[in-house]
């Protein structure tokens, strides 16, 4: 599958946010210093290359790209920047050197990822299961006291794919197609409810 790159910019249109702090991860020999970073939704990291080997800055565990992020090869002295929206822990790893630990994890706002199951977390309002997901994955809305939640599915330029309405419960399935009832290609889309997002991947 191709590595499409994101914009921070298709982001921004997405959920309306500007990146007001950009953290720094140095990479030197074969570390990423800090490993883990904590910042809030909204904020960026910057990963600059300080050591002499190449390396990458790629989202995803044990060398499986998740698609949410990948920097490309970098050399001595080049910086990648991402942006994150939505709350989560987001593991990434070097292409070349992780199976020697290069590891890193970024943690936005004060609830993460449930990696150990696959299911995404927002703080308050949202999560996903599967993520990543191919044929389907189930939205849940906590209950806010409404009968109904209307969830928003917009592709990384910031266009609606498609409205879904839960009938029966805070549970929602996106079966990956758009409104005419056509398949949306892979890639991070992003699932709102209110004022929370939620980035989902769709591998195929």
Not at 120 to 131: G, K, L, Q
Not at 153 to 169: I, N, P, Q
Not at 175 to 186: F, I, L, T, V, W
Request: proline fraction near 4%; hydrophobic fraction near 40%.
């Amino acid at each position: 599958m191709a590595r499409a790159c994101i914009s921070v910019a298709a982001l921004l249109a997405v959920v309306a946010l500007t990146y007001a702090v950009q953290v720094p991860v140095s990479i030197v020999d074969n570390s990423f210093q800090p490993d883990t970073v904590r910042i809030n939704a909204g904020d960026s990291v910057i990963w600059t290359n300080n050591g002499t080997f190449l390396h990458t800055s790629t989202s995803g565990v044990n060398g499986v790209w998740d698609s949410l992020w990948d920097s490309g090869t970098m050399a001595h002295g080049v910086t990648f920047v991402h942006g994150f929206p939505a709350d989560g822990t987001f593991s990434y790893y070097c292409t070349f050197h992780w199976l020697g630990g290069m590891k890193g994890v970024v943690v936005v706002g004060t609830t993460g990822v449930n990696e150990t199951s696959g299911a995404t977390e927002n703080r308050a309002d949202v999560a996903s299961f599967p993520n990543p997901f191919s044929a389907r994955t189930t939205i849940r809305l906590v209950p806010n006291g409404a009968a109904r939640a209307e969830v928003r599915v917009f592709d990384a330029s910031g266009k609606l794919v498609r409205t879904l309405e839960t009938k029966d419960g805070p549970f929602v399935v996106w079966d990956g197609k758009d409104s005419r009832g056509e398949e949306a290609g892979p890639g991070v889309y992003f699932c709102r409810s209110g004022s929370r997002a939620l980035a989902v991947t769709r591998l195929r």
